[in-house]
Nanobody
Framework: VEVVESGGGSAQAGASLRLSCEVY????????LSWHRQGPGKERTFVSS?????STRYSDSVKGRFTTFRDGNSVALSMSSLKAEDTAMYYC?????????????WGQGTQVNVSS
């Protein structure tokens, strides 16, 4: 399974950006796809997730500003009202259920820089 993020870049505070995550490889019987981020000098933290049924979860820091949704064969993270503290490397992770059980796969990340 390969996970590929795209859509990062630079934005001014208050602007919007959209990230995309595509997964290639085995078909998952069940899955949860999540976004995580790691700011400079910080630990990687949970941002949002969406499961096969479309249920979503968000961290308190992004609730109301970020939206995760399925967009064709990819999953998008729509980010609005960006803040300087949203600056981070954003990673996509898929937890995938196959005949061999649950496995997790991470992408390489895409950088988001927000200037105030």
């Amino acid at each position: 399974v390969e996970v590929v993020e795209s859509g990062g870049g630079s934005a001014q505070a208050g602007a919007s950006l959209r990230l995309s995550c595509e997964v290639y490889g085995d078909t998952c019987r069940d899955f949860e796809l999540s976004w995580h981020r790691q700011g400079p000098g910080k630990e990687r933290t949970f941002v949002s997730s969406i499961d096969r049924r479309g249920s979503t979860r968000y961290s308190d820091s992004v609730k109301g500003r970020f939206t995760t949704f399925r967009d064709g064969n990819s999953v998008a993270l729509s980010m609005s009202s960006l803040k300087a503290e949203d600056t981070a490397m954003y990673y996509c992770k898929i937890s995938c259920l196959t005949s061999g059980g649950w496995s997790q796969y991470w992408g390489q990340g895409t950088q988001v820089n927000v200037s105030s």
